[in-house]
């Protein structure tokens, strides 16, 4: 295929090429585009049309192509509940601002200045996001289009022409073995007790605890296996799933203390089954399920329901994920069969509010010392910038 360049005027250029020949007639076809910028980029356009990568004119809009591509996702690559938060991220921070954009007419200035408004006044109330939450919906924009050029819809990634707003190392407040033991005592009787000595003594997430069936569950060896999740979506409800990572199909060796709070968890559940029309009690049921089914949410509504009313330190329920595995890496403790935490290797990562290095390391020696775990000599301290799932 041949072309020509012919500029209009400044800026402006006329690209002319030829797309082959009508099917029909037999005609050659020859194709007139407009393009503006320089001489350099106008070449190069016209290399990419003339070598047949141009993609036919489209009055589609970004909103209605990220709606569309967000379907279409759900469908075939990613579960309900990323989709849940994909379309949270499209609805809430892309389409008010860019959505009216035609998908072919987006440039990297757009998205730039879309970045600023964010940062500026991003809330619906007109305060602003955060870099974190900013970085999450360039990403998916940056993935809806990925997808589009792969779809001949556009000829580029204008979002991967501009990085997203720097994030801080994220900061996330962690128990110490003090407040482990005030906060254990504060939520002795409470629904959800067992719950949280399982997770603070697991590390496992919350949707993994209550995919947890008694099957799983090994009193006598202390040990539980981790085969499934429950997660919860607006459009489908509770629905079970496999773990968030390929890794996270594991075995968790449990402390004697978690052991005896299942145990007598387990003996409560019986005594309810033995009451007439309750029904047989059997080894798939959840372990967890006589607290309002198995909905996590539920979990998390109530621990911060909690915290509030008993005035608990204030962290939140995924707090406790971090708190244990900071302890475990730090210490070297040998509780799982695989490790119920994998450390980040990509650099980045998760410190610890308001404590300095030395701080640090008291709270961890505080958390292996505490009635949670049993005694052992630190062999090594992890370093601030250790990051979690």
Do not use: C
């Not at 954009?101 to 940062?119: D, E, F, I, S």
């Not at 707090?319 to 070297?332: E, F, G, K």
């Amino acid at each position: 295929m041949k072309g020509h360049l012919q500029q209009r005027s400044p800026n402006s250029w006329r690209l002319k090429f030829d797309v082959g020949r009508d099917p029909g007639t037999g005609k050659r076809v020859i194709r007139y585009v407009t393009f503006r910028g320089t001489k350099r980029a106008a070449q190069v356009e016209l290399a990419d049309a003339a070598g047949g990568n141009l993609v036919e004119p489209s009055k589609l809009t970004l909103s209605e192509y990220l709606r569309s591509w967000v379907s279409i996702a759900e469908a075939t690559a990613v579960s309900p509940k990323t989709a849940e938060r994909y379309r949270q991220l499209i609805e809430r921070q892309i389409i008010p601002h860019l959505g009216a954009t035609l998908l072919q007419k987006l440039k990297p200035t757009n998205v730039a200045a879309w970045h600023a408004t964010l940062l500026t006044k991003g809330r619906h109330d007109g305060s602003p996001l955060t870099a974190r939450t900013v970085g999450h919906a360039h990403r998916v924009l940056h993935k809806a289009l990925e997808d589009a050029v792969d779809r001949e819809l556009v000829t580029k990634n204008v979002a991967g022409r501009v990085a997203p707003p720097k994030v801080d190392a994220e900061e996330v407040a962690i128990l110490s073995g003090e407040q482990v033991a005030m906060v254990l005592a504060a939520l002795a009787g409470s629904p959800i007790f067992a719950h949280v000595v399982v997770l603070i003594s697991t590390g496992m997430r919350r949707g993994e605890l209550m995919g947890l069936q008694w099957e799983d569950v090994d009193l006598e060896q202390g040990r539980v296996r981790v085969n499934r999740a429950v997660e919860v979506t607006k459009a489908q409800g509770l629905r079970i799933k496999p773990p968030k990572t390929r890794s996270g199909k594991r075995v968790i060796a449990l402390l004697p203390t978690a052991v005896a709070v299942l145990t007598e968890h387990r003996r409560a559940q019986l005594e309810i089954r033995m009451k007439p029309g309750i029904g047989r009690f059997r080894a798939n049921h959840h372990v967890f399920e006589n607290f309002d089914g198995t909905n996590p949410d539920r979990i998390t509504y109530y621990w911060r329901h909690l915290v509030t009313t008993k005035k608990l330190p204030s962290v939140t329920l995924h707090a406790l994920r971090h708190s244990h595995a900071s302890a475990l890496i730090a210490y070297d403790h040998p509780l799982s069969i695989r490790a119920p935490v994998r450390q980040d290797r990509r650099g980045g990562g998760v410190r610890y509010r308001g404590r300095s290095e030395t701080d640090r390391e008291q709270i961890l020696r505080d958390w292996v010392s505490s009635p949670l775990f049993a005694r052992q000599t630190p062999r090594r301290i992890a370093t601030p910038a250790t990051k979690f799932n």
